[in-house]
């Protein structure tokens, strides 16, 4: 019934109500279930699951994943990026006075280090008694450690300093590190390092200092 027939108080014709029944069976949805049987064998197991292609590979999660690590270059250090002057290159492969400098201030540092704790051990086991208690022959021997590791490994780590950058100045200006740039080198670091003691312990700290230098040239040309 529309809303003109009820304005009007008219009445549906019987066939119209059945045409829209049917109209409306005609577009209702009709839906059939079919009773289906599961196979378990039917079943993927697990392993074919993990061996899939479509199954991510947890390589690719890295943060390097994808790169050539034939081009990576911080993992080598390029040849053409060493120090060309001639007998620049030692034990270890220098770029330069700053390669130098580095390796030789902290190499020199630790060894004097650990000569110094060494001194100082000795030092602090001979000082106190035999018949002292344990504690107190530790307490003399961390004395004696603390004092003579750092003050040998400091003055040692400093006169390093000096001397490579000296060196490096020296090789730099004369297009070559020898022999003789390390002896020179050495003096004046030595020389140096003791300069405000007055001229005796100057010449001798320049002496031992260009010593050392000129052995361990020897050594380094001998072995390296």
Known sequence: MSFWDALTGRKPSPNSSSSTSENLQD?????????????????????????????????????????????????????????????????????????????????????????????????????????????????????????RGPFLGNSAGVIALVYNGVNSTIGYYRGKHDSANSIAAGALSGMLFKSTRGLRPMMISGGLAAATAGAWAVTRKTLF
């Open 27 to 147: 577009h209702a949805p009709s839906t059939q279930f079919q009773n289906s049987v599961y196979n378990p064998s039917d079943a993927d197991d697990v392993s074919s699951f993990l061996s899939g292609s479509s199954l991510l590979d947890p390589s690719q999660l890295h943060p390097l994943a994808g790169l050539n690590q034939q081009t990576l270059d911080y993992l080598s250090l390029d040849d053409s990026a060493l120090s060309d002057l001639p007998g620049s290159q030692s034990a270890l492969p220098s770029r330069g006075w700053s390669d130098d400098l580095c390796y030789g201030t902290g190499v020199t540092y630790l060894t004097a280090l650990t000569a110094g704790g060494a001194w100082g051990l000795m030092e602090g086991l001979n000082r106190s008694p035999s018949n002292a208690p344990p504690k107190l022959r530790l307490n003399s021997v961390l004395n004696s450690v603390t004092r």
